[in-house]
């Protein structure tokens, strides 16, 4: 098992900057990946970002230039830096680890940018 648990969300105005965490713990051994997903009000839930356990990331298009993920493996945390945040990525931020064909969930992080 894995446990996510994330951090670091809140109200921003656009042109603002947010950085979430999540910090994973359990069984983390053998995660292949970790990354973002978000979850606007009335949408399905998609995907932000990934990093890979070699360091390799990638981004939604919207995103790129503009949101940075990375990781610190000493504390088994993942970090999701947004800049330039605009209303449309108004949302709740999830963490997720991919662990040998499975996926963990933490509870979520609101981000909410106002215009």
């Known amino acids: 098992q894995v446990q996510l648990v994330e951090s670091g969300g809140g109200l921003v105005q656009a042109g603002g900057s947010l950085r979430l965490s999540c910090a994973a713990s359990?069984?983390?051994?053998?995660?292949?990946?970790l990354g973002w997903y978000r979850q606007a009000p009335g949408k399905q839930r998609e995907w932000v970002a990934t990093?890979?356990?070699?360091?390799?990331?990638n981004y939604k298009d919207s995103v790129k230039g503009r949101f940075t993920i990375s990781r610190d493996n000493a504390k088994s945390t993942v970090y999701l830096q947004m800049n330039s945040l605009k209303p449309e990525d108004t949302a709740v931020y999830f963490c997720?680890?991919?662990?040998?064909?499975?996926?963990?969930w933490g509870q979520g992080t609101q981000v909410t940018v106002s215009s």
């Open positions: 359990g069984s983390i051994f053998s995660i292949n990946a």
């Open positions: 997720n680890a991919d662990k040998e064909c499975r996926q963990y």
């Open positions: 990093i890979t356990n070699n360091g390799g990331t």
